[in-house]
């Protein structure tokens, strides 16, 4: 299990952990107001946003589909979590 974790580049390995903070705070502050998974959506749409408009349109990076995959998963599996 090292290795692999080891395997992984460190952008997306925080990708990873961006996209779990994005998604627990989303999903905490829907449930506030009973909206969990509608917080995972805009998890989700603030992890897109950045990969367009901070690296796409902005040019502070390079778009990359697979940055936006590494941050919505945590997102996805907090959100089943939740439902569940």
């Known amino acids: 299990m090292n290795k692999f974790i080891e395997s992984?580049?460190?952008d997306k390995l925080r990708h990873v952990v961006g996209g779990l903070i994005l998604g627990f705070v989303g999903i905490l502050l829907g449930d506030v107001f009973d909206m969990g998974l509608v917080g995972a959506g805009f998890a989700t749409i603030i992890v897109a946003g950045k990969e367009v408009?901070?690296?796409?349109?902005?040019?502070k990076g390079n778009v990359e589909f697979l940055d936006f995959i590494y941050s919505f998963i945590p997102i996805l599996m907090l959100a089943i979590c939740y439902a569940i």
């Open 53 to 59: 408009v901070n690296d796409g349109w902005l040019g």
């Open 8 to 10: 992984i580049a460190l």
